[in-house]
């Protein structure tokens, strides 16, 4: 009851104090509510902890820790909200303008490539495109059995939470592995292209021919003018195409989507020891233009024989 008392009577004091004057916390005295310390008996006069700044800056970050979970948890990975292939998402994230993270990171997305590694707790997922191996997808699968169930240079189709940009690549955790959300060339309605055509455009304008073929399933005729046995491509010419040092470099280096459609070829033409073809073979290819290819006019990806 004392204790209540004496309460009250600091309440009724501090209510009939002037403007901009409090009471000490300590001793009761009178003292101007600016000062940094009580006048009288010398204690401190600090800010009640609501009033400081670091408060609300450690309350706004905890928030955001709070609602950002509150999200997440709410995420289902057999429910991706976008589907793309390595490729696609790595030009998102590291092109540009950059706008991969706002668009997809926290959410869940699928994603298309070539297994590159299998390390002790994550999946590395390549791009389809060799310039492309500067990045890559880093997967942490919800099921640590999926690290085994994988071969490496398989195509498979992960669906995860991006994490967004790490070093060397993008995040995806609580992963599934799940051939359903795979994203496909379309073959069957491939933008047909003279091979000269499109080898002139990027000869001409690299930017202006990435918007009109990046990414498209494109379809082209010509004549295998070498097979790289080792990486598994090759180099294909217009048909009128003659060998010179002029030409020694142009072309359209394609790689297969499956290894049976690069051993068909490959038998073929017979190669000699350097990779240059004893016959020549004619072939039209599809598959998804990934632009500039190191050395090349373009690069073709995921190709078949038509």
């Given at each position: 009851?004392?204790?209540?008392?004496?309460?009250?009577?600091?309440?009724?004091?501090?209510e009939?104090?002037?403007?901009?004057?409090?009471?000490?916390?300590?001793?009761?005295?009178?003292?101007?509510?600016?000062?940094?310390?009580?006048?009288?008996?010398?204690?401190?006069?600090?800010?009640?902890?609501?009033?400081?700044?670091?408060?609300?800056?450690?309350?706004?970050?905890?928030?955001?820790?709070?609602?950002?979970?509150?999200?997440?948890?709410?995420?289902d990975?057999?429910?991706?909200?976008?589907?793309?292939?390595?490729?696609?998402?790595?030009?998102?994230?590291?092109?540009?303008?950059?706008?991969?993270?706002?668009?997809?990171?926290?959410?869940?997305?699928?994603?298309?490539?070539?297994?590159?590694?299998?390390?002790?707790?994550?999946?590395?997922?390549?791009?389809?495109?060799?310039?492309?191996?500067?990045?890559?997808?880093?997967?942490?699968?919800?099921?640590?059995?999926?690290?085994?169930?994988?071969?490496?240079?398989?195509?498979?189709t992960?669906s995860?939470?991006?994490?967004?940009?790490?070093?060397?690549?993008?995040?995806?955790e609580?992963?599934?592995?799940?051939?359903?959300?795979?994203?496909?060339?379309?073959?069957?309605?491939?933008?047909?292209?003279?091979?000269?055509?499109?080898?002139?455009?990027?000869?001409?304008?690299?930017?202006?021919?990435?918007?009109?073929?990046?990414?498209?399933?494109?379809?082209?005729?010509?004549?295998?003018?070498?097979?790289a046995?080792?990486?598994?491509?090759?180099?294909?010419?217009?048909?009128?195409?003659?060998?010179?040092?002029?030409?020694?470099?142009?072309?359209?280096?394609?790689?297969?989507?499956?290894?049976?459609?690069?051993?068909?070829?490959?038998?073929?033409?017979n190669?000699?020891?350097?990779?240059?073809?004893?016959?020549?073979?004619?072939?039209?290819?599809?598959?998804?233009?990934?632009?500039?290819?190191?050395?090349?006019?373009?690069?073709?990806?995921?190709?078949?024989?038509?």
């Open positions: 009851m004392e204790e209540n008392k004496e309460k009250n009577v600091v309440n009724e004091e501090q009939t104090l002037p403007k901009g004057m409090i009471l000490c916390k300590t001793c009761g005295a009178k003292m101007a509510k600016k000062a940094k310390k009580c006048p009288s008996c010398g204690a401190k006069n600090k800010k009640p902890i609501y009033k400081r700044f670091w408060f609300w800056v450690l309350a706004i970050i905890v928030l955001f820790f709070i609602v950002k979970a509150i999200k997440r948890s709410g995420l990975v057999k429910k991706p909200s976008a589907k793309l292939t390595a490729d696609e998402i790595i030009k998102e994230f590291y092109e540009g303008e950059e706008k991969g993270e706002s668009k997809y990171k926290d959410t869940v997305v699928a994603i298309t490539g070539k297994v590159g590694a299998i390390e002790e707790d994550y999946i590395r997922i390549d791009t389809f495109a060799s310039l492309s191996t500067l990045f890559s997808i880093h997967v942490k699968p919800a099921d640590k059995g999926d690290l085994t169930s994988v071969t490496k240079d398989s195509v498979i992960v995860g939470i991006c994490n967004g940009k790490i070093f060397g690549g993008i995040e995806l609580k992963a599934i592995i799940d051939s359903s959300f795979a994203v496909n060339p379309d073959y069957n309605s491939a933008m047909t292209v003279p091979i000269k055509t499109l080898m002139q455009a990027y000869k001409d304008n690299k930017v202006s021919a990435d918007a009109q073929y990046w990414g498209k399933t494109v379809e082209f005729t010509g004549k295998v003018s070498y097979i046995d080792t990486s598994d491509y090759i180099i294909i010419v217009p048909e009128d195409q003659d060998k010179s040092l002029d030409s020694l470099l142009d072309g359209i280096e394609v790689y297969f989507e499956n290894e049976a459609d690069f051993e068909k070829v490959k038998n073929d033409a190669p000699d020891a350097l990779g240059s073809p004893k016959k020549t073979v004619k072939v039209t290819i599809a598959g998804v233009c990934y632009g500039e290819a190191f050395g090349y006019d373009a690069q073709v990806c995921r190709a078949k024989v038509k």
